[in-house]
């Protein structure tokens, strides 16, 4: 299997304390789509449910409790149409964790704007799904939503700019908020969570 992505890397808190379990998804972009799950516990990674498949060519996946309910669940980003969207693009699909099998949680047909990239981030409110859209006319940005029961809603909007790409999620100071790492006109950047959104570091 050719492993394409891993995002959402594990850390320790500068305690020692655990901080919220945090996984690492490889991606192999397919067709068939197929993703496998792993939580980070120190330098150890488990095996987490079965090997996620979909029919359809994927390209993106992260894993969280979205809604705090105690089960995991697994964001992928897969290429086709729905019936609400003719147009093939990349949707965000959501599965959870139940009984050992990957069950359909929100099989979403967009979000505000045609997505790019996607991954799952811890906020200081909790789990967000954190975007990269065209904002059309050569321009891309960031959004952010929450999840509200059924599908999700945009609570932050970044200004447009050219060219983002290459979305990595991390929690490189363990503080339990992720920043982003993104490729921009001027390079590869890290982005902050500051303000309820993301924003270059200073």
Known sequence: MAIVAAL??????LNG??????????????????VRVWQIAGVRRIATGP??????????????????DGR????????????YDPRPGWRPFVYTLRDD???PKWLGSRVGRPLLEAALVYTPGGV???TIEDFGKGQTGLTLYHWTG????????????PGLSGLRVMDEDCDGVDE?????????????????GYAPAR
């Open 150 to 161: 059924f599908g999700f809603r945009g609570e932050w909007t970044g200004e447009p700019m």
């Open 72 to 83: 995991l669940d697994l964001l992928v980003l897969v290429h086709k149409s729905t019936r």
């Open 8 to 13: 959402l890397v594990g850390f320790l808190a």
């Open 17 to 34: 304390e655990a901080g919220p379990p945090r996984y690492e998804c490889a991606v192999d972009p397919g067709p068939p789509t197929r």
């Open 51 to 68: 090997e996620f498949v979909y029919r359809h060519r994927g390209r993106m996946a992260s894993a969280a409790d979205i809604d705090d």
């Open 180 to 196: 982003a790492s993104l490729l921009a006109a001027e390079g590869r950047r890290r982005y902050v969570f500051r303000n309820g």
């Open 101 to 103: 099998q990957w069950v």
């Open 128 to 130: 967000r799904l954190l």
